[in-house]
């Protein structure tokens, strides 16, 4: 189960990427802005404010996301990203820190931009953090016993299906696109104890925490700390250092045809 309140404790630093990701986006006006994986709303507020006279339309899988969202005043609706279809008037499509969930979301582009008007936006942030140690400790972790049995079947392995930035690009300028990829790596400084474990808590532990009772869950978090206290050793000054990397990708649809035609 997702939790917006968790999710949101380190907000200022997951906030970032998204608004790196708009600043790439070249549309100065748009009829329905669509928020794909659109969490607690709290960003979709700002594509109110960047495009005031659009539609906002904001989905998302997660129920208590949506409810979060909601309370924001955002008409979000619950939903499968990879069953959502753009209205005709559509201009911007905007997935941050979402579509990594989705092994298939390279075909989803793909189609995106087909079933897209010309001059229409995708930006897309995909984390792609999964074979740090962040990440590692947990799969480390979940292979033990009494661990294994219930969480054997948990995809720890979803950074796989997040290609190099490369690949994006070649995809979206075959099907046309003007395409603007690149990936970062932000070195975060987190405070508070135990703040790696705390920032994975809301999002890679969520589907181990369903899978755990009460007490195995904490064990587990408990187990994890001293692994990612030697990955991740706090300076001197109290504060953890916490490289992340991310994959940025934004599309014009049909981009690449007018601009050779």
Not at 12 to 27: I, Q
Not at 237 to 259: H, K, L, M, N
Request: proline share 8%; with cysteine.
């Amino acid at each position: 189960m997702w939790d917006p309140d968790v999710y949101l404790a380190f907000a200022d630093h997951r906030n970032r990427p998204f608004y790196d990701l708009l600043s790439r986006v070249g549309a100065e006006r748009a009829r329905r802005v669509v928020d794909l994986g659109c969490g607690p709303g709290h960003l979709t507020k700002y594509l109110s404010r960047r495009w005031p006279d659009a539609v906002i339309e904001a989905v998302d899988t997660s129920p208590e996301m949506v409810a979060a969202a909601k309370e924001r005043g955002i008409d979000a609706v619950i939903g499968d990203l990879r069953d959502w279809k753009p209205k005709p008037d559509t201009d911007v499509v905007v997935s941050n820190a979402a579509l990594h969930w989705v092994p298939e979301h390279a075909e989803l582009l793909v189609r995106w931009a087909d079933e897209l008007q010309a001059g229409s936006w995708i930006a897309v942030q995909i984390p792609g953090n999964f074979e740090t140690p962040s990440h590692a400790t947990v799969r480390t972790l979940a292979r033990r016993e009494p661990y294994a049995k219930v969480m054997r079947d948990i995809p720890f392995r979803v950074g796989a299906v997040v290609q190099p930035p490369i690949h994006y690009a070649n995809l979206l300028l075959d099907a046309g696109c003007r395409v603007d990829v690149w990936e970062t790596t932000y070195l975060h400084q987190l405070t508070g104890d135990n703040p790696v474990l705390e920032w994975i808590t809301g999002t890679a532990l969520v589907p181990v925490r369903e899978r755990l009772s009460a007490e195995d869950w904490e064990r587990f978090r408990a187990e994890l700390i001293p692994l990612l206290d030697d990955a991740y050793p706090p300076r001197a000054d109290g504060t953890t250092i916490f490289p992340f990397r991310r994959v940025f990708i934004v599309a014009e649809v049909g981009g690449s045809r007018r601009s050779t035609g």
